[in-house]
């Protein structure tokens, strides 16, 4: 599924969490305007929002269900994208030059 840019998007973080699947994380209670994502932090110390269907939550720590990434698109009005999966109000996409990354669905309209 393709879609258009309406509303432009920089990434806020440089330096995203990667987590593999079956590591172990710590989640944190944190405020997010966004349902269904919770704050984690892996092994190394790096933190970062993680879709919370890709963890399994034990007390404050949780076991990474699937490979993980939070790299986000810088995205303007008008790019072209595709869609390779949805979740909790974002979607991983990929653009015309091969990068994959998040961006928020509202910022996008459907082709």
């Known amino acids: 599924m393709n879609c258009k840019v309406t509303k432009s998007y920089r990434s806020a973080y440089s330096d ?39 963890i399994e939550k034990d007390g404050g720590r949780a076991t990474v269900l699937r490979d993980y990434v939070a790299a986000e698109l810088t995205v303007v009005v ?13 979607l991983w996409c990929k653009n015309d030059k091969g990068a994959c990354g998040w961006v928020p669905k509202e910022n996008v309209e459907l082709e």
Not at 19 to 45: F, M
Not at 82 to 89: P, T, V
């Open 16 to 54: 995203p969490i990667r987590l593999q699947s079956g590591s172990i994380v710590t989640w944190i209670n944190r405020e997010s305007d966004w349902q269904g994502w919770v704050w984690c932090k892996d092994a190394s110390g790096k933190e970062g929002w993680v879709p919370e269907s890709f």
């Open 78 to 90: 008008g790019d072209g994208l595709e869609i390779l999966s949805e979740e909790a109000g974002w």
